[in-house]
T-cell receptor, first 115, second 113 residues
Framework: ETGVTQSPTHLIKTRGQQVTLRCSSQ?????VSWYQQALGQGPQFIFQ???????GRGNFPPRFSGLQFPNYSSELNVNALELDDSALYLC??????????????FGEGSRLTVL | GQQLNQSPQSMFIQEGEDVSMNCTSS?????WLWYKQDPGEGPVLLIA?????ELTSNGRLTAQFGITRKDSFLNISASIPSDVGIYFC?????????????FGKGTLLTVNP
């Protein structure tokens, strides 16, 4: 069974640039959620993707966007990067069959630094 | 918005000691989950609780879903060095179109061998 994999693991960008982060979900999972984790904080929900559509969104501006592909992998795109976007971005996959249990399987994250 | 308060923020204990930490909320949740995060890793699910009053164990870990649905507790018995890490509680109100887990800020556990 393949776990959740994210790429890149680390990256450095400058203010105003754009970034794309990638995630492959765990085998058998159909849902991907993205979380932002600032240093010393708990993960904050960005959005969830199910059946290639955004399903629920946290308190993040529209410059945070995403995609889910037919193989259930996903991308997180952030435009016009700001210094406060520096964080660990976590992707988590799960299985939705009707209801959703909240049981997330996280990747190791992508550490973004914005200078 | 919903906020989860975890306490304590950090703990320093000796190997073999028992540990208790808790999580409280201003709102009701119908699911509580506990995750552990090691340095450089993503959080890993430890225990999930789906019913008020439920007490669930996973090895040396025991968690309870408070009857008010506004709190949860995690206990670790006979701690060992590999218990070191950050423990997060997370709450969920499932149903409808809500697929957001709300996380606490975490409890940092250090175990002295």
């Amino acid at each position: 069974e393949t776990g959740v994999t994210q790429s890149p693991t680390h990256l450095i960008k400058t203010r105003g640039q754009q970034v794309t982060l990638r995630c492959s979900s765990q085998s058998g999972h159909n849902t991907v959620s993205w979380y932002q984790q600032a240093l010393g904080q708990g993960p904050q929900f960005i959005f969830q993707y199910y059946r290639e559509e955004e399903n629920g969104r946290g308190n993040f501006p529209p410059r945070f966007s995403g995609l889910q592909f037919p193989n259930y992998s996903s991308e997180l795109n952030v435009n016009a990067l700001e210094l406060d976007d520096s964080a660990l971005y976590l992707c988590a996959s799960s299985l939705r069959t009707g209801g959703w249990t909240g049981e997330l399987f996280f990747g190791e994250g992508s550490r973004l630094t914005v200078l | 918005g919903q906020q989860l308060n975890q306490s304590p923020q950090s703990m320093f204990i000796q190997e073999g000691e028992d540990v208790s930490m808790n999580c409280t909320s201003s709102s009701i949740f119908n699911t509580w989950l506990w995750y552990k995060q090691d340095p450089g890793e993503g959080p890993v699910l430890l225990i999930a609780l789906y019913k008020a009053g439920e007490l669930t164990s996973n090895g040396r870990l025991t968690a309870q879903f408070g009857i008010t649905r506004k709190d949860s507790f995690l206990n670790i018995s006979a701690s060992i060095p590999s218990d070191v890490g950050i423990y997060f509680c997370a709450g969920l109100n499932s149903g409808g179109s809500n697929y957001k887990l709300t996380f606490g800020k975490g409890t940092l556990l250090t175990v002295n061998p």
